[in-house]
Nanobody, 118 residues
């Protein structure tokens, strides 16, 4: 059984920073892509940032230059450093990983709330 546990959300003023973490646990052989998604009230879940096993990254246009995704393979963890936060970044943030265990599976974290006040 693979589980993803997120941490680091909270309330911050506009212009501030937060760092999200997501750690995978279980009988994991390796992890392919890791990513962060977000869902604001009344909106669809959208990709924020993604990092491959080779550490190639891609970002939503709305966060380029402000957010940085990184991974620590030894810890099975993905991070999202969020700087210059804006009220429109307010959402529930979910991590996602493609995990190679007994089989290849797509796993989601439980979600962490990020609220940016103006």
């Amino acid at each position: 059984q693979v589980q993803l546990v997120e941490s680091g959300g909270g309330l911050v003023q506009a212009g501030g920073s937060l760092r999200l973490s997501c750690a995978a646990s279980g009988s994991i052989f390796s992890i392919n892509a890791m990513g962060w998604y977000r869902q604001a009230p009344g909106k669809q879940r959208e990709l924020v940032a993604r990092i491959t096993s080779g550490s190639s990254t891609n970002y939503a246009d709305s966060v380029k230059g402000r957010f940085t995704i990184s991974r620590d393979n030894a810890k099975n963890t993905v991070y999202l450093q969020m700087n210059s936060l804006k009220p429109e970044d307010t959402a529930v943030y979910y991590c996602n990983m493609v995990v190679v265990a007994a089989y290849v599976g797509n796993y989601w974290g439980q979600g962490t709330q990020v609220t940016v006040s103006s």
